[in-house]
Each structure stands twice: as C-alpha cells, then as structure tokens.
C-alpha cells in the first residue's frame, strides 16, 4: 500500500537555510562564552540538533534529556523527567535544543530545573516555536519559525513515532486517506 505523506509545510531547504541562520547567530553570542554545553531534549530535537550542531563552529559538549508529561486525556500536565543528563550543570552556559515549543510545560520545567541546578546561563533554541497554543509562558531565544496551530510531523516530530525521519515539516491532516492506527497512551 502506498504511504500518503504529510502535506510539506517547511521545506527541507528552507529548514537548511534557516538552521543556517540560526547556527550564525549562536556562534555570535557565544563566541566568548565557551565551552558551550548543548542538551537536546530527545527525541524530536536530534534531526535539528545533529544539523544545527554540525554548522556551529564554537566548541561544544552535547547531551541529551528525555521528559513525558502525565497526562490526563490530551491535557498537559506535570513533567517526568525519564532520562537525566549526564553531564554536570552547574557553573556550564547550557543550550536547550528541541523542535517545538507547543504548550510550554516542557520547557519551562527543564528552563527551571537547569537554573536551580546552578547554569551559568541557560538559552533555548527551538526550531518551531507553536506560539498561539502557549499555556505558560517560555522564552526562545532562537527561534526557526513561527507556526500556526496545526499538528506538524517529520524532521523529528512524530505521530505515535511515525513520520520522524521525514527531512521536511509536513502538517498531519487526519481526514486524509491514510488508515489510523491506535493511539498510544503518552505516560
Ligand atoms: C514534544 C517536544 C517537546 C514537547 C513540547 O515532545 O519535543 O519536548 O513535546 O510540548 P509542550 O510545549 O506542550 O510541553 P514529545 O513529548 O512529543 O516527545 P518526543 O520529542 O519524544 O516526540
């Protein structure tokens, strides 16, 4: 059976050029302030991290956490943390790098867990940013692009772990043709 695909929202261009830009302004601001200690929050954020990561050219340790909200039905809720760091915080300027900021929960819990945790410093770097669905408020300091409220997949993102390594933002119109599977629960 062919797969119907997602209808292409970003471009894979269009997302190299912008990781691009992006790579530029992070190399500007932190010039000064290495090493610089990248945590990518696994698993949507690995396509954006490997190819943002691999045009910044100030020295970087990467690492990576894993969270899951509990959630009751579709409602976010309090943040897991399922996978810690490895690397110590304290005293490092730290990076946050994820795909999306859709709600903000995430963010703002692992924002303030870095800050309590004693980061000199601590940023975040998004590649979509789903600002009119915020419920708390995050700050990006770089920021891919602005996006609409609509349910994106690909170059990362998934549907119940479908659609990640597409090399394009595609949006999931769920009245297509393709045959829906059920959902898993998130925990
Ligand atoms: C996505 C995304 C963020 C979070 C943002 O992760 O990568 O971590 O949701 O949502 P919020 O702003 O509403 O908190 P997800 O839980 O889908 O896990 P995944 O990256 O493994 O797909």
């Not at 500007?28 to 910044?56: A, H």
């Not at 867990?113 to 940013?129: E, I, T």
């Amino acid at each position: 059976m062919d797969r119907v695909l997602p209808r292409p929202l970003i471009s894979e261009d269009e997302l190299q050029h912008r990781i691009s830009e992006l790579a530029a302004e992070i190399d500007r601001d932190y010039r000064d302030q290495e090493p610089l200690l990248c945590i990518g929050i696994l698993k949507g954020s690995v396509f954006f991290m490997v190819d943002l990561l691999k045009r910044v050219t100030v020295p970087v340790k990467i690492d990576f956490l894993q969270t899951s909200s509990y959630r009751s039905g579709t409602t976010p809720g309090e943040i897991r943390i399922r996978k810690d760091v490895d690397i110590a915080i304290r005293g490092k300027h730290v990076l946050i790098i994820e795909d999306i900021v859709d709600t903000g929960h995430t963010l703002s819990t692992v924002l303030g867990l870095f800050r309590f945790r004693g980061a000199k410093s601590v940023k975040l770097c998004a590649l979509l940013d789903k600002h009119k669905a915020r419920e708390v408020a995050v700050n990006v300091d770089y920021s891919g692009f602005k996006i609409d409220n609509v349910f994106v997949v690909g170059y990362g993102l998934d549907l119940d772990e479908r659609y990640r390594e597409l090399p394009y933002i595609g949006v999931y119109e769920p009245d297509g043709d393709e045959p829906s599977e059920p959902s898993e629960p998130s925990e």
